[in-house]
């Protein structure tokens, strides 16, 4: 199949293009990199001509950072959504967040505009596949939650299920050709993020000291982000990923 990965150099998006090319797609990668921009359309209806299938993987934040982030974020989606539409693609797999619903998360910007996207696509003819996961193992160094000095790095007491992104770039993969349902994954086990990050600051050699400090929101300590249910579970657990990214 041909799949065109928007965001293809992010987190996810690099992961995603890995895997769907060992599946044997015929991947082709895109963002703003590549000339292709989700918040002008600039480049968008011909870098997705020709797709079977698309993956966004995106993160389009806008560039001011004093702009409307739900709009820029629900108006990238409609953008691509449309391109799809009017190129004929056959379905838009997007990446979304585990529990962004809850009414917690009611002022808390970042988690309205994916709900945002979420709606866009529920609105759109064009059939289309949704993904939530819950954060990943690589949140241990987000800066969303953790901040880093010279010495020390201090780390919100969020209390998370995490998933390795390899394993939600599986689920996304394979929803190009087997089980378009949309699903909801995290990992097997729950951790404290900074039990995470002190994990793996260890085993890769980082000297510096994990300091614990309140999450922004009770709710973060409280679980709120932990598998909801229905969830899949999906492997391997933080000791087993840390290891694999041990020195
Ligand atoms: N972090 C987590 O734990 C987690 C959990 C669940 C879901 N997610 C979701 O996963 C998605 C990907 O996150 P990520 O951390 O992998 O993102 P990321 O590393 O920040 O990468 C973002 C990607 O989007 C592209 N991009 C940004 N602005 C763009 C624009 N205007 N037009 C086209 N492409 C643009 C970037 O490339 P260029 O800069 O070259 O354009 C890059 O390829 C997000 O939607 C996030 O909500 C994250």
């Given at each position: 199949m041909k799949v065109a990965i928007i965001g293809a150099t992010g987190t996810a998006g690099r992961a995603i293009a890995a895997t769907a090319q060992r599946a044997g797609h015929e991947v082709r990668g895109l963002s703003r990199s590549t000339g292709v921009d989700l918040h002008t359309g600039a480049g968008l209806g011909e870098a997705v001509r020709g797709a079977d299938t698309v993956i966004d993987a995106s993160?389009?934040?806008?560039?001011?950072?004093?702009?409307d982030l739900v709009a820029t974020f629900a108006d990238s989606t409609r953008r691509l959504a449309e391109a799809c539409e009017e190129t004929d693609v056959q379905r838009l797999v997007h990446l979304s967040i585990c529990n962004?619903?809850?009414?917690?998360?009611?002022?808390?910007d970042y988690y309205v505009a994916k709900r945002a996207q979420e709606e866009v696509l529920q609105s759109t003819p064009l059939p289309y596949t949704i993904i939530r996961s819950a954060q990943?193992?690589?949140?241990?160094?987000?800066p969303s939650a953790v901040t880093m000095t010279e010495t020390e790095v201090r780390v919100e007491d969020w209390l998370i299920q995490p998933i390795a992104v390899t394993e939600v770039a599986e689920v996304l993969v394979r929803a190009v050709t087997t089980d378009p349902r949309d699903r909801q994954v995290a990992g097997p086990v729950t951790i404290r993020l900074p039990e995470l990050t002190r994990e793996l600051l260890a085993a890769t050699g980082d000297p510096r000291r994990v300091v614990t400090v309140d999450a922004s929101m009770t709710a973060l300590s409280q679980g709120?982000?932990?598998?909801?249910?229905g969830a899949e579970l999906l492997g391997p657990t933080p000791e087993e990923w840390v290891r694999g990214h041990s020195n």
């Open positions: 993160n389009a934040f806008p560039a001011d950072p004093g702009a962004i619903e809850q009414p917690v998360f009611d002022g808390f990943w193992m690589e949140f241990a160094l987000n709120v982000l932990l598998a909801p249910s």
